[in-house]
């Protein structure tokens, strides 16, 4: 089975809107954003969500109150016990959130819990299901990937997205690369191309407009300034344990990039012990929401453990969905009868319909200053 890769990359856009400023009914004006940083809309949910920070707590006491109630009126033994371990993450998750930070210890019992929230029946019932559409660019309206392309270099047909924290979109790297070229010919202001606010002028800048989308509970918010951690960028120093807490949260709000990545720490032991279990997990969380390198390495921990139809399962899934080394499994195992004629020949069908469908000009551009320069922009 090929290694797992654990590299870089960014690519990618197309249309884009052009010079200007926007109109007054759109937005606030090109000073005011740049001051705040953050769409109108979002700002007022910022503030509806401050002046409600109080009833949300009464909330979250009334529902813990009531699950409480729900176990201990129940005879079925199962619902009592998954309904105890759902009440004692939720618990842990409220302490959470209320303190803003956790011990080694706590973290590791919050993990543990989780690890039995979703029952394994249910996991196994649905892994092998086709995963969902992949989302769209909202600039260009092409499709893109789960992953995030620059931490695996190459995977599926260089395309790559950016996190914006104004509004909480990803934009491909194709749209990104073509607004750079905009702006160099000033044609076009330094500002999002979905909500026209200026771009952070620094990493600290970014960090406090990301803390913004988190007080909105955005998942992706959580994971993005996760791996502003992990990495010890935009202004902020390497901690990978802050980071670790981060991707907890992102993935108790729904990221399957933040079940990726607690995934992967699992299974190469980063922050945390090794626990093949917990990364098979984790992996499998974010491959049912689509994610396609989660899906591969299921499928060599499978391969690695002699489950051989389990791994070419989860290796002609990933293919399907456009990941190239999965296509290489695929290819492996029909060599050695573990995949039939059939089964390779619809796989690669299917492999180069997904990457036609996420190839753009703009992100083959992208990509190609990227491998000349060494430069995203």
Request: proline residues 3%; charged residues 30%.
């Amino acid at each position: 089975m090929s290694t797992l890769d654990d590299e870089s990359k960014l690519s990618s856009i197309d249309n884009v809107p052009s010079e200007g400023k926007p109109d007054k009914e759109d937005c606030t004006s090109y000073d005011q954003k740049l001051k705040d940083g953050v769409c109108e809309c979002e700002e007022d949910k910022v503030h509806h969500d401050t002046a409600n920070s109080n009833n949300n707590h009464d909330l979250t006491s009334e529902i813990l109150d009531a699950m409480k109630t729900i176990i201990s009126s129940s005879n079925d033994e199962n619902t009592k016990e998954y309904g105890n371990k759902m009440l004692d993450m939720c618990t842990s998750l409220q302490n959470l959130a209320i303190h803003g930070n956790t011990t080694n210890s706590s973290i590791d019992s919050l993990l543990d819990l989780g690890i039995g929230f979703v029952p394994r029946e249910l996991l196994d019932d649905k892994i092998f299901d086709d995963p969902p559409p992949k989302n769209e660019c909202p600039v260009c309206l092409v499709p893109m990937t789960y992953m995030s392309n620059w931490q695996f270099d190459g995977k599926i047909c260089d395309v790559d997205k950016t996190y914006m924290p104004c509004c909480g979109k990803y934009i491909c790297g194709g749209c990104c690369f073509g607004m750079a070229n905009e702006i160099k010919s000033g044609n076009m202001k330094q500002w999002c191309a979905l909500c026209r606010v200026p771009y952070p002028a620094s990493g600290e800048e970014f960090v406090k407009r990301v803390e913004k989308r988190m007080k909105l509970n955005d998942p992706e918010a959580y994971h993005e300034l996760g791996f502003s951690y992990f990495r010890g960028t935009d202004g902020l120093p390497q901690d990978h344990r802050k980071g670790f807490e981060l991707m907890i949260q992102a993935a108790e709000l729904g990221s399957i990039n933040g079940h990726f990545e607690l995934g992967y720490c699992f299974q190469v032991g980063n922050v945390v012990e090794k626990d093949t279990e917990k990364a098979i997990h984790h992996y499998k969380l974010a491959a049912m929401g689509g994610h396609e390198n989660a899906r591969y390495n299921l499928g060599r921990i499978e391969g690695m453990s002699g489950n051989d139809d389990r791994a070419m399962n989860h290796f002609m899934i990933a293919a399907r969905s456009g990941e190239d080394d999965s296509l290489k499994e695929v290819g492996f195992g029909y060599k050695h009868g573990l995949v039939t004629k059939d089964e390779y020949a619809k796989t690669l069908r299917a492999h180069k319909d997904a990457q036609d469908e996420m190839k753009s000009e703009q992100r083959t551009k992208a990509h190609n200053h990227l491998k000349s320069t060494g430069k995203i922009i």
